[in-house]
């Protein structure tokens, strides 16, 4: 007794009848595959990096901190920088 268009036998491959459909979305499964992973991979190497948006009065700081400006010029470079 037979079963279904191939004798009981089911092709290792084939998607919708056709085995290039089914090479086709290999190929697409394993793209985004890598996308993935390369998607995590940069999340990961970017976790530890976290923007300064207040850089500038990081460096005034750090200035202030080494003795290279004086406390007037500190303050001056505060209120100037937090004004923009």
């Not at 976790?47 to 010029?73: C, F, H, S, W």
């Amino acid at each position: 007794m037979m079963h279904g268009m191939y004798g009981g036998f089911h092709p290792p491959f084939g998607f919708f009848g056709f085995p290039i459909f089914g090479s086709i979305f290999g190929i697409l499964l394993l793209a985004l595959a890598v996308y993935v992973t390369v998607l995590i991979v940069k999340k990961i190497k970017n976790a530890g990096v976290q923007p300064m948006p207040d850089e500038p009065l990081n460096i005034a700081k750090r200035r202030y901190a080494q003795g290279e400006i004086t406390e007037d010029e500190y303050k001056q470079l505060v209120e100037d920088l937090t004004r923009l």
